[in-house]
């Protein structure tokens, strides 16, 4: 029998060898969480929706610290996600000693513009999961001595903060979340801590798309910290046992200004600071961009100069009046999209996947099945195409006369279940630039193909495109669609 005490100060360095679970893991806040903690000895549990980040990461802590890891590709926002994600732990028969709830959304924007896909999307990443894993995981944090929860929060949680509501209001419940289960769990020996940083030397605000004047303005007597500094202040507060850490002392102070003031006086700053002008409505202030890193070559930009940055209408009816914003990298040429989007909300009313197999549509496939066809494709060889939209050149081999080819493409039900077996060909037209991770993509697509079979991959051509003329080519980057090519 395990003898229990009193949740008092843990300090994680004598845990040499115990599981910690990380989630948003790949950047920002949730790596420097890793590596301090790799450092310390403990055995790491990766999650975050990057693979290739994670699995480099994972190497190279497995190499400096000498560290067992377990990567965990998975997006938090989606329901059953924690579910699926302490069930894929169990199933390795890991016990974790150490949950750091650090994956989170920012969301700026007029709510009612903002599909109930995202909205419900960032509560369900911000709150829902984070409740949910603290749930599922008590079973192993109560088998240990000691244990401790980590809920990264803001300092947000304290101002009113219109046209980022959905954010700010989640992580004011997940403050007063974190101190009642302190309050319930102390006795069995798990510390709950509530982690309030402010403004942090990350890309989550960027990339949500908040414009500069509002960045600034949070920033103004208020610096970036850096992530290893609020890393080791929240270590230092498990060690005290505090169940709310502030990272600055300053912050401490404002938090109980915040509380003194009328609400009236809140409300006209956060009115003040957070409503868009007419220019940043329009789209046509400068669009703000943190540290970005192509996914292609590696190279990395931390800020990217302007000249590399700009901002393009969807060309869609649904996107038409939606602004989105642009990254070339100057390394390779490829073209990101550097705003989040929510891929299932976005793919749901997918205008091509209602074309049907037209006079056009059969002579674009038709040129696609001779460059297959001089590659060596055969009648009788096993066809995929991966990424297969509604289907249309499947319906075209076989209305050529080719067998049964077989379509993959996980936004729609009738194509979402993943082939079994491997392929003589593997065709990757025209999807690979859809894809959050293409790498991560193409080694799956990849491992569908048979030793010495053929892999076809077919994408925009992304050197004609120039940042300061982005509206020449509104088709190519078919926003919010195309995410890098």
């Not at 046209?163 to 069995?188: D, H, I, P, R």
């Not at 850096?226 to 505090?242: C, D, F, I, N, Y």
């Not at 995929?384 to 077989?406: E, Q, S, T």
Request: aromatic residues 8%; proline residues 6%.
């Amino acid at each position: 029998m395990i003898k229990k005490r009193r949740s008092r100060g843990v300090d994680v360095g004598t845990w040499r060898g115990d599981w910690a679970l990380v989630t948003g893991a790949s950047e920002g806040l949730g790596k420097a969480f890793a590596r301090r903690l790799a450092m310390e000895g403990l055995s790491l549990v990766l999650v975050a929706r990057n693979e290739a980040r994670l699995l480099s990461l994972a190497t190279e802590l497995e190499q400096s610290a000498g560290i067992k890891t377990l990567v965990l590709a998975r997006d938090l926002s989606i329901a059953g996600a924690a579910e699926e994600l302490v069930g894929a732990i169990r199933s390795r028969d890991i016990r974790v000693r150490l949950l750091i709830n650090n994956a989170a959304r920012v969301q700026w924007g007029p709510l009612e513009r903002t599909s109930p896909e995202t909205l419900l999307g960032t509560v369900q990443l911000n709150v829902t999961t984070i409740v949910q894993l603290c749930y599922l995981l008590h079973k192993d944090l109560s088998s240990f001595p000691t244990s401790a929860i980590v809920n990264v929060t803001s300092m947000g949680a304290h101002f009113v903060t219109p046209f980022m509501v959905n954010y700010t209001a989640s992580k004011a419940f997940l403050k007063s979340f974190g101190l009642g289960l302190y309050s319930e769990w102390k006795s069995q020996g798990i510390l709950v801590q509530t982690l309030l940083p402010g403004v942090i030397e990350t890309n989550m605000n960027a990339r949500a798309g908040l414009p500069t004047r509002v960045l600034a303005n949070t920033e103004k007597g208020n610096p970036r910290q850096k992530p290893e500094t609020v890393v080791a202040v929240s270590l230092q507060g498990l060690a005290r046992g505090a169940p709310l850490v502030y990272t600055r002392w300053k912050d401490v102070w404002i938090s109980r200004l915040a509380a003194l003031v009328s609400v009236q006086f809140l409300v006209r700053v956060g009115t003040k600071i957070f409503t868009p002008t007419a220019a940043e409505r329009s789209g046509e202030e400068s669009p703000p961009a943190g540290a970005l890193e192509c996914s292609l070559c590696g190279f990395s930009a931390d800020p990217p100069p302007a000249n590399q940055l700009g901002r393009v209408r969807g060309n869609t009816e649904r996107f038409k009046e939606t602004w989105f914003r642009i990254w070339k990298c100057p390394s390779c040429g490829t073209v990101h999209s550097i705003d989040p989007v929510d891929f299932a909300d976005i793919y749901r009313d997918y205008p091509l996947n209602g074309l049907s197999l037209d006079g056009f549509a059969r002579v674009s496939m038709g040129n696609l099945l001779w460059r297959l066809r001089r590659a060596g494709l055969k009648k009788e060889h096993r066809v995929l195409d991966y990424g297969c939209g509604n289907g249309r050149f499947l319906d075209y081999l076989k209305l050529k006369g080719w067998g049964a080819p077989v379509g993959y493409d996980p936004y729609l039900p009738a194509f979402a279940t993943e082939p079994e077996g491997l392929f003589d060909c593997v065709v990757f037209n025209d999807a690979i630039e859809h894809v959050p991770d293409p790498r991560a993509v193409l080694r799956r697509a990849i491992s569908f193909v048979k030793p010495g079979g053929l892999l076809y991959i077919g994408t925009p051509d992304s050197a004609p495109i120039e940042v300061d003329r982005l509206d020449r080519s509104m088709t190519a980057l078919h926003q919010p669609f195309h995410r890098h090519f």
